[in-house]
């Protein structure tokens, strides 16, 4: 047929079949590309599973491995213990903590602050009438209460834990209004430095003054709980606090022997003191008995 025709119709003819040839109809066009989107999108999806799976293959010699898998579980661990403390801590101040009498718990609040123990250990180390153990006792307890302080300001500020929602800070009475941390429980370090501190002067010579002081340190602790001052993992690790303080003013040895301050060193800091305490005018005769000392 195509020799019959015209050469210009020949010319014609071949020129639109080429053309037909290279653009195929809008279906055909429509199809290619939506086969060529679908397999875009497999490559994209492949290749971001292949770059979320973690390497199995050893960093290079002197590159640390990517510890991000690693903090993140470390992170969750931290989170679920949070949520577990926040808890239990809410479940002891509702079912136990709001039964109670508050004045009781505040009882114990009042007699494990540092605001008396610290003076009061002060004033036991000058007072005239101790004997050179107690005074070395007073001298390593008052340097346990700084210790303390230190350990628990410190942690405080680096964790910066609020304290529990349900707290109620209209009450909080003779506590420093700047202290808003929860983690650790001071009055738990502090009461159970006391308690320790106590057992070890005591050396077995009164086992019921021993059990009465641990029992009311570990009240205190219980307490802070309770009133909804702190959460239990605040406490917990307030205990532990002390009982690294006590170890540590003991050196290791849990025994008075071993005190940091020896009875030698707290008798001439103290006569040191008391020849300045005479220098002063005092109105009441305090300078003669330290005159005579």
Known sequence: MLRCMHPLQLRTARFRSSRSACNPPPSVQVSKRVSRALLGQRRSRRGTAMAAQPSDQAPPPGQPRPSSVADASNNSVLDRLGELDRAVSLAAYRSVGCKLPRPLLMLYEHAG???????????????????????????????????????????????????????????????????????????????????????????????PLAIAVLCWGALTGVSRALLGRHYVGDVIFGVLVGACITAALTQGSWDASGFLIPQEVSQRWFHAAAQQLSQLHWPLPLDQVYKHL
């Open 113 to 207: 602050n540092g605001l008396f123990w610290l003076p009061a250990a002060l004033i036991a180390w000058l007072l005239p009438g101790m004997t050179p153990v107690q005074r070395m006792w007073a001298a390593n307890l008052f340097l346990g209460f700084l210790l303390d302080v230190l350990v628990v300001g410190t942690i405080k500020g680096i964790v910066g834990r609020g304290r529990p929602v349900y707290n109620k800070a209209d009450d909080f009475v003779l506590v420093v209004s700047v202290d808003h941390y929860s983690f650790p429980s001071g009055h738990a370090s502090r009461a159970s430095l006391v308690a320790m501190f106590a057992t070890v002067c005591l050396n077995g010579t009164n086992p």
